[in-house]
């Protein structure tokens, strides 16, 4: 009968390389991550967990507060949404067309991540406001977009397309076209192609980044609250109430709003990448 091993052994770390420092690399990886987001969101929930049962419940189960996390998560998702279809058609036109400009339109797509959020936000209100220059010609259509939920839905498109363009487009060059045209001298018909060759490869990278836009929707603040009108139960979004339960000084309201909010996307963003697991797998 063969002995077990050390325990020393069975817990020891193995190095990924021979290149020295991995002790110190891990330890300041810990200690930045821990001081950056594990220790604060810790004291959040700690916080929370002061409260009893029926007083968190009470808070969660308000009319506003309600009506705050369906809209903030509901848009969220609808914006993810907008953005894998749009996003993807953007990556395609980027990668595998040449035209006039094509390094501009590339680079306007990062314009979300450099660009403000409030400045996004006023920009956004000052276009698509009644005499805007597309909002002029939506007022006659009956379609109003400021402090509207669908302001919020249109800022959070602005901000989260560039996740899932750069997610996709590196995906998109990686992928030789000769395997397209190889599956269609084979007698495979176009949506053959799309289904067959080109979706299993990019739906890991499209789940990853509609989880990132989506993320990115859920705890946007700056860009929303300038075209939104900021209405109780009609378009204010729950990280707006957070911040007037913080000026209340109700900071047990505000905390419990940031709790479930914390719970629910940590709960999206794991089924999203178990999704991203399987089909990795599965292809």
Known sequence: MS???PLSNTLRFREPSVIPGFGLTFGLTVTWLSLIVLIPL??????????GFDQFIAILTAQRTLNALKLS?????AAAIFNVIFGLIVAWALTRYEFPGRRIADAIVDIPFALPTAVAGIALATLYSPQGWIGQFLAPLGIQVTFTPLGILVALIFVGIPFVVRTVQPVLKDLDPELELAAASLGASRWQVIRKVIAPTLLPAILTGFALAFARAVGEYGSVIFIAGNLPNI???APLLIVIRLEEFRYA???AIAVIMLFVAFIMLLIINRLQRWTEVRS
Do not use: Q
């Open 235 to 237: 378009s204010e979004i």
């Open 3 to 5: 002995a077990l091993p």
């Open 253 to 255: 309201d505000a905390t």
């Open 42 to 51: 810790a004291a959040m929930i700690l916080y929370a967990s002061r409260l």
């Open 73 to 77: 998560f509901g848009i969220a998702f």
